[in-house]
């Protein structure tokens, strides 16, 4: 299985929004609603932000979204904030029964 | 509160086993409606998903390692493990333990281990 394709980088300024890609195939996002994002800060463990495409756990915050159109699937920051600087990374139940990530996108809060 | 720590050798030696533990504290292993998982990361690279674990020994792996990847749980010590064969300087990352949430098909890690460097060399 390949990964998931990522943009290596996007940028926005404070309070502005900006969208993060995922682009897979058929046998991983297309085929199923179980898409999730992660949020990555430096040297943490990645943290659960949105699955089943659209969801956000329990405490994250309702400027983050998220959607899935065909074979892609997107993260939307509204209200940038300096805290959302941090590394993104897309995930998805695979037709193989498994789990597949991205290659990860590193967001700068200009 | 639930915690996960790993455990185990910061240096394995090449074509050795790597071999983590990762313990359960704050929740039992043995619950229905998820299961336990193992996911590295390369110095500076992605997340790439090694494998899940059910309580009940139910495994999947991934298909790019699974010739030489097994997890276990031993409900007993409210852990699970990881044992990596044959390894290379390519399998030398932060190797995180993590449990998911949610329903079927239990592929969203919400819980994880702080992760452990390992570093693989002759």
């Known amino acids: 299985q390949s990964a998931l394709t990522q943009p290596a980088s996007v940028s926005g300024s404070p309070g502005q929004s900006i969208t993060i890609s995922c682009t897979g195939t058929?046998?991983?996002?297309?085929?199923?609603?179980?898409v999730s994002w992660y949020q990555q800060h430096p040297g943490k463990a990645p943290k659960l932000m949105i699955y089943?495409?659209?969801n956000r756990p329990s405490g994250v915050s309702n400027r983050f979204s998220g959607s899935k159109s065909g074979n892609t699937a997107s993260l939307t920051i509204s209200g940038l904030q300096a805290e959302d600087e941090a590394e993104y990374y897309c995930?998805?139940?695979?037709?193989?029964?498994?789990?597949?990530f991205g290659g990860g996108t590193k967001l700068t809060v200009l | 509160q639930l915690q996960l720590q790993e455990s185990g050798p910061g240096l394995v030696k090449t074509s050795e086993t790597l071999s983590l533990t990762c313990n359960v504290f704050?929740?039992?292993?043995?619950?229905?409606?998820?299961?336990w998982g193992w996911i590295r990361q390369p110095p500076g690279k992605g997340l790439e998903w090694i494998g899940n674990?059910?309580?009940?020994?139910?495994?999947y792996y991934s298909p790019s390692l699974k010739s030489r990847v097994t997890i276990s749980v031993d409900t007993s010590k409210n852990q699970f493990s990881l044992k990596l064969s044959s390894v290379t300087a390519a399998d030398t990352a932060v190797y995180y333990c993590?449990?998911?949430?949610?329903?079927?098909?239990?592929?969203?890690?919400?819980?994880w281990g702080q992760g452990t460097l390992v570093t693989v060399s002759s």
């Open positions: 089943d495409v659209s």
């Open positions: 704050g929740g039992s292993i043995s619950g229905n409606n998820y299961y």
């Open positions: 058929s046998s991983d996002i297309g085929g199923y609603n179980y």
């Open positions: 674990i059910y309580y009940s020994g139910s495994t």
């Open positions: 993590a449990k998911t949430v949610g329903q079927w098909p239990f592929v969203y890690f919400q819980h």
């Open positions: 995930s998805s139940y695979t037709s193989s029964s498994t789990v597949v």
